[in-house]
């Protein structure tokens, strides 16, 4: 397989394709059920072939796995049912032949209450581990310290009999929290973190980043308006929506440990942080945590995570991520481990054609792009009944929350009993939806939604304007939004159609003649008013030296 260029800067991320790997779910490779690093290598063909720049993998470190991974009990060792740090490091060796980089998650915030440290921590007040974790005394009548609340459903504290006190746990109470106020405890993080970097990983996806400190006063957290309470309909899900998260999180004292990680990383040119930020206001903390540009490196939120793929809320959301964060860099995604797959909330649920223009737009979007496994496929929400589910966050709030187990079950390979992950059952069961659309029956259809993503990738990667580009936003309609991209050496109009309506957008670019490809073969004779059909798009390349102006429809 010929390899893509190795000459690359240390900007490599600025525009780059990731693709997140949830590795219980992609590859099986020992026949247990359950994906693994093996299983990673064996389709690191496949990921080149895509043309991807980059793998997120999803936790595979030491933990009893309950949240399956996100629950750390050794952040310096591969949990055995993934695999052996040897075969780490062969994945490393392996991908970075390919180009390909490698970025792996730390969950940093909260560890297992598994870890050696939890459990001398809890053991009394006067170990050498006693100050690591979140304690707190009761309050007078016995209660917790404050009203704060786990994103998991209950209190955020839970009592210790042994210690007489409650600790913090913003998730399970199997995931206590780390007390970021003891400087031993950020120095052996930064030291695990170095760990990997050594090893050499070429970046680190940090989990719940905003959630590192919390008020050392513990204040309670005030609750949302009444107005802002019935806008969100919270009353009928998690409570957690039902405070201002102003006092357990995106605390000011997060920002100044999130320079340490950056020095620690501009030790290892080429290194990068990709923030994950979730709060009330998620676009003022994406800010935060980029600007300066001593700090993250990517940070995302959750806002293109929606159900609204209408020209007017995308134009808004890019909009607000612009005016907040100007010259940095966004991570931009519509989909991962955590939330319904994007092919079962857009408005035409499993459609090819919307599916691939949505995913279109999404990489013609400044910044740089996160695809969940899978996504290339098209594959829909997996349908599963609660004697099904794994999720201990599904099973707490069945049926008005079904959990995230829709999003995770096995990558599809091809139409064998297992769809080509495994040969025994897997831990979750391949959804009946998903056969048809495996990757050996895609891959074999020149026109399929597969293919068709894989060649919009590979074009994308020629067009130096939809990588590192400036983006100027043009306009919206119910049906249109149009933008542009340019840098110094390309500038690109760029319309889509989101709608099941064909639209005529009008250019006002003067040209005589066209040069196009289109990816479906339907290249029209075109003027100033170019016809787009629904769920569609139309990039101009109208940069002053391109003469005839070269056009792709898709």
């Known amino acids: 397989m010929q390899l893509k260029s190795q000459q690359r800067d240390i900007d490599w991320w600025q525009g780059a394709l990731i693709y997140q790997i949830y590795p219980r779910s992609f590859k099986d490779s020992n026949q247990d059920g359950i994906g693994d690093i093996n299983g990673i290598i064996s389709k690191l063909d496949y990921l080149s072939w895509l043309g991807i720049d980059a793998i997120w993998i999803s936790p595979f470190f030491t933990s009893p796995m309950r949240d399956f991974g996100y629950d750390v009990s050794d952040y310096r060792n591969v949990d055995p049912m993934f695999g052996t740090l040897q075969e780490f490091k062969l994945l490393l060796q392996k991908a970075h032949n390919l180009d390909i980089k490698i970025i792996i998650d730390q969950v940093i915030s909260h560890s297992s209450s598994d870890h050696p440290w939890f459990t001398e921590s809890q053991k009394d007040k006067h170990n050498h581990y006693s100050d690591w974790y979140v304690w707190a005394d009761p309050k007078a009548d016995g209660t917790a310290p404050n009203n704060w609340l786990s994103v998991f459903g209950g209190s955020a504290w839970q009592f210790n009999a042994r210690r007489g006190q409650y600790y913090l746990h913003h998730f399970l109470e199997s995931q206590p929290d780390l007390n970021f106020f003891n400087p031993q405890v950020t120095q052996q993080l930064l030291a695990d973190i170095e760990f990997w970097l050594q090893l050499g990983v070429d970046g680190v996806r940090l989990d719940a980043c905003n959630f590192y400190y919390h008020d050392d006063k513990l204040r309670d957290n005030p609750p949302v308006p009444p107005e802002q309470s019935l806008a969100k309909n919270v ?320």
């Open 235 to 554: 009353e009928l899900s998690n409570p957690y929506a039902m405070q201002q998260h102003i006092f357990d999180i995106s605390r000011p004292q997060s920002l100044e440990f999130h320079k340490q990680i950056r020095q620690l990383l501009d030790r290892y040119p080429g290194c990068i942080s990709i923030g994950e930020i979730g709060a009330d206001d998620a676009l003022k903390e994406m800010a935060n945590y980029l600007n300066g540009g001593d700090k993250l490196h990517l940070a995302y939120t959750f806002d293109l995570l929606t159900t609204d793929f209408t020209a007017a809320a995308i134009y808004d959301i890019i909009d607000q991520i612009q005016t907040n964060i100007g010259q940095y860099w966004p991570c931009l995604s519509y989909s991962n481990h955590d939330v319904v797959r994007t092919a079962s909330r857009t408005a035409t649920a499993g459609d090819p054609l919307q599916a691939f223009c949505v995913m279109a737009l999404l990489c013609s979007l400044r910044g740089s792009i996160c695809i969940y496994q899978g996504e290339e496929l098209g594959l829909q929400e997996a349908e599963l009944s609660f004697e099904q589910l794994q999720d201990p966050f599904g099973i707490n709030f069945w049926p008005e929350f079904k959990g995230r187990d829709g999003c995770r079950t096995p990558m599809v390979w091809d139409d064998s009993l297992h769809g080509g992950f495994s040969n025994c059952a897997p831990w979750l069961p391949i959804a009946d939806s998903h056969w048809e659309h495996n990757v050996k029956a895609q891959t074999a259809i020149p026109n399929s939604l597969l293919n068709k993503i894989r060649l919009f990738w590979q074009w994308r990667a020629q067009q130096p304007a939809l990588i590192k580009g400036k983006i100027q936003l043009i306009y919206q309609d119910k049906q249109l939004l149009v933008f542009t991209r340019n840098c110094p050496t390309q500038q690109l109009l760029i319309a889509f159609n989101l709608s099941d309506k064909k639209v005529k957008a009008k250019v006002n670019q003067p040209f005589n003649s066209i040069n196009g490809h289109g990816f479906d073969g339907d290249e029209e004779a075109c003027s100033e008013a170019f016809t787009l059909r629904p769920w569609s798009g139309l990039y101009l390349d109208i940069s002053a030296q391109s003469q005839p102006i070269n056009w792709i429809r898709i």
